[in-house]
């Protein structure tokens, strides 16, 4: 695998030395003379708020340092492209054959926002890095989301049914989640295969 220094961009071949289980080395730069990653010895929640705060070397650490950039990277944009792709097309087309709205351009751009808006609860899931919480509660966040999608949808048809509103975005729930675990259960085994060939 290929490694960059978080500070300079700098390739590296080995971030740190393991000398027995707890005890690592970490490596320094050639570069710039700086410990290549720090970020290998923080928790999570650290590199979080420095990827909220938008440092480059938070960026670097995850892109570089943290996932194996020949895998990984297909199958995580493949899955959140394909997943957003299915999500919003199934939501624009069950919004203008079921809730019979006429859709222009401004009124993409409103359902669109309107959705962003109403997604709000998924900021919940963060807290799940810092107070433990069992698994069963990201479910319930989505049921939370999908409830204020259907308000949203509905704020915007203004006379269509709440029951049309809330089948559109269940269905468009449900297509994005189906497109995720097919994802997961067939592209590894793909990858693996090209990678063996």
């Known amino acids: 695998m290929n490694f960059r220094c978080v500070q300079c961009g700098y390739h590296i071949k080995i971030l740190y030395v393991q000398y027995s289980p707890g005890n690592i080395r970490l490596m320094k730069c050639k570069n710039c003379r700086a410990v290549a990653d720090e970020y290998i010895e923080c928790e999570i929640m650290i590199l979080l708020i420095d990827l909220i705060l938008h440092k480059a070397k938070a960026y670097r650490h995850l892109f570089y340092n943290m996932f194996d950039r020949e895998a ?20 624009l087309l069950g919004t203008r054959s079921l809730l019979n709205m006429p859709v222009e351009v401004s009124g993409y751009k409103n359902i669109l ?4 808006a109403s997604s709000y609860l998924k900021m ?3 807290a799940m890095m810092v107070w433990e919480f069992p698994s069963s509660v990201i479910f319930i966040i989505d049921i939370f989301v999908l409830s204020s999608n259907t308000l949203a949808l509905k704020v915007m048809s203004e006379e269509s049914a709440m029951a049309k509103c809330f089948g559109v975005c269940f269905c468009a729930h449900v ?23």
């Open 72 to 91: 990984m990277n297909f199958e995580i944009l493949l899955d959140t492209f394909l997943g957003n792709l299915s999500f919003i097309g199934i939501l």
């Open 113 to 116: 926002l309107a959705i962003l």
């Open 124 to 126: 919940f899931l963060i």
């Open 175 to 197: 297509v994005k989640f189906l497109i995720s675990l097919a994802l997961n259960i067939h592209l590894p085994k793909l990858i693996t295969r090209m990678l063996t060939l």
